[in-house]
């Protein structure tokens, strides 16, 4: 369970790592970039649109707010720029894809 956990800090690490890359790319399209600012401050923000202590609901936001925003914004991306950028993260992460 633990090797489990580790595998996925690693994975998420990757994966901001990715979405760096790719903010600051100049091929990524205006649409792209707002959508996952988006994503990130609503994860920053000391508050949500639902409350977390309203049960269900509160975590309920979390969990489809964000996630969708990222894979809206990933629509967006061309898929050469997200390939180079994967490409770049796995080399700088020392990981593979």
Do not use: N
């Given at each position: 369970?633990?090797?489990?956990?580790?595998r996925?800090?690693?994975?998420?690490?990757?994966?901001?790592?990715?979405?760096?890359?790719?903010?600051?790319?100049?091929?990524?399209?205006?649409?792209?970039?707002?959508?996952?600012?988006?994503a990130?401050?609503?994860?920053?923000l000391?508050?949500?649109l639902?409350?977390?202590f309203i049960?269900?609901?509160?975590?309920l936001?979390?969990?489809?707010?964000?996630?969708?925003?990222?894979?809206?914004?990933?629509?967006?991306?061309?898929?050469?720029?997200?390939?180079?950028?994967?490409r770049?993260a796995?080399?700088e992460?020392?990981?593979s894809?």
């Amino acid at each position: 369970m633990i090797d489990s956990l580790k595998r996925l800090g690693r994975s998420f690490k990757k994966e901001l790592k990715v979405y760096q890359l790719v903010l600051r790319d100049p091929q990524t399209p205006r649409a792209a970039r707002v959508l996952l600012g988006l994503a990130v401050g609503y994860m920053l923000l000391p508050f949500d649109l639902v409350p977390d202590f309203i049960p269900v609901l509160g975590q309920l936001d979390d969990v489809l707010i964000v996630p969708g925003l990222i894979w809206l914004a990933l629509k967006f991306i061309p898929t050469d720029v997200l390939e180079r950028c994967h490409r770049q993260a796995a080399s700088e992460t020392g990981t593979s894809r």
